[in-house]
């Protein structure tokens, strides 16, 4: 699975901010959250959890 940084810089190496993966959990999370209707039975926990899930099949397609 290719994960790598979101937004690489070119000129700063030492920075190696945060990877793909990170960034599509963190706009499947904000998209989750943004829902009413999201399942309110699920914890903190598991809505992250289903958030990676989320990144890690947009990745995964991303390689097709």
Do not use: C, V
């Amino acid at each position: 699975m290719n994960n790598e940084q979101a937004f690489p810089n070119p000129h700063r190496t030492d920075q190696t901010g945060i990877s793909r993966r990170e960034y599509f959990a963190a706009k499947a999370m904000q998209g989750l959250l943004s829902d009413p209707g999201w399942r309110q039975d699920m914890d903190f926990e598991d809505t992250a959890h289903a958030a990676y899930k989320q990144a890690d099949a947009m990745l995964k397609a991303g390689e097709a």
